[in-house]
């Protein structure tokens, strides 16, 4: 079973940077996509961003041109480096890794933006 683990997670002021991380267990290329959700207080987990094998990411709406997703395919790790952080943007963030039928989740990471 591929285990996923977070760090990162943490306490920033608006406008500030935070960068999460998220080491897999195995090859990351053994899956169609890499990527980071979140869910906010009350809300649904929404998409952060994915990057496909073939290096192609999306992003969700919301955090277009502040969030960049990448990945190191040596060391099996996808990073999140989020910049110009709003409070609206504090949320758990989970890591995941998705496949042909299904989806592996990591426990998640706290984000806390104070404004």
């Known amino acids: 079973q591929v285990q996923l683990v977070e760090s990162g997670g943490g306490l920033v002021q608006a406008g500030g940077s935070l960068r999460l991380s998220c080491t897999v267990s195995g090859s990351i290329l053994s899956w169609n996509g890499v990527g980071w959700h979140r869910q906010a207080p009350g809300k649904q987990r929404e998409l952060v961003g994915v990057?496909?094998?073939?290096?192609?990411?999306d992003y969700g709406d919301s955090v277009k041109g502040r969030f960049t997703i990448s990945r190191d395919t040596v060391k099996n790790m996808v990073s999140l480096q989020m910049n110009s952080l709003k409070a609206e943007d504090t949320a758990v963030y989970y890591c995941?890794?998705?496949?042909?039928?299904?989806?592996?989740w990591g426990q998640g990471t706290q984000v806390t933006v104070s404004s």
């Open positions: 990057i496909w094998r073939g290096g192609v990411v």
């Open positions: 995941l890794v998705r496949g042909s039928g299904s989806d592996v």
